[in-house]
DNA sequence: AGAAGCCGACCGGCTGGACGGTATGATTCT
DNA sequence: AGAATCATACCGTCCAGCCGGTCGGCTTCT
């Protein structure tokens, strides 16, 4: 298959995609919407995608892409030491917080489309997540610690998500205070060893 | 507002739009569909629910509400003692894993189906999770190591509904096992204290 | 050079079907 | 009887995908 081609043209409407999706809900997300959102025909977008579920898979595709750029940066810039990969998705996750939440919310929202429209457009985003993985088991430290803390954190976009947590900075906040409670005990555990 | 009422034929439609939405996928979940699979007619059907969102709705909180009354029973069991609410959890989840994959698959179909409708629906989901939630901070132990491992367990469920993690018994095995390993840590540390 | 032919990008109207909801009649229960 | 519980038929809307057509740039032939 031909490698998707990065067009100005078709980034716009990816754009268009996720600005409909984020700001005006799942179910208004139709090629009109989107269409309009990116000043553009519905022809037009057609055109660059054959269909709604090309859309909305190239939109997982591009995110995935981008999600596993930025962790494994995250992850390279911790020193080498015990549940590393937990250590730098904290470290991204707090450090810029409110970015954090913004990326968060619309990737989510974009899998819940992928999701309801058809599963198997999620596929990237489980590359993505097996990739994270196979990182953390492959930590200095202890890998169940590891792999807690990664499912921890992904327990934590989830819930933010769907709205089961309060969305308050507070909250958030000390979830995250938790969540590095558990990543300092257990470097201090493998130091004293 | 009038209590929900729970008609034996209230219930079987609700089985019904679970079903459909398990088997045949969020998109397929449509008035018809649904009262085709409970051997209702659709008048029959909008004469108990009276639009899709209200029959979203009360199968959110039907769902809420069964998995309030599994989790409190499950850490009901659990004889006290710190991260007693993750222990629970992880007791029911490991117990009856088979079942527990069943019905957490459901649930969090019915989950993403609802989201993707409306988010509102999810309000009763949201109300048992901070209940859930309000219980972990409530325990002996450290109240950072409840909240992790609460939201790891959701992680995982996530995860595994998203099909980001490979759904093979062993892998979720794995994953348990790391969890058991975060509580057992937790419970060893609190009793030499 | 320049006319002719071509091709990809894009437009916008259209349609056919699906789907949520309504209106009204039939049937059963109390 | 009369209320509750359905069934049947139907309506209006919305939306994904299609299709004929336009425009501009690029190549090819003369």
Redo the contacts with the bound molecule.
Sequence with gaps: MDRDVKTP?RDAVLNAAEVVIDRDGVAAF???AVAKEAG?????L???FP???ALLLALVTRMSDQWRGDYEQAIASVPAGPVRVARGLLNACIADAEGWNDQMRRSGKVMIAAMAANPANVKPAREAHENLLRLAIQDQGPTWASEAIVFAMHGLWFSWLFGLTDASPDQLAQIRASLQKVVERVEQEAAMR
């Design positions: 043209a139709t090629l009109d553009v025909s519905k022809g037009g057609l055109h660059h269909s709604k579920d």
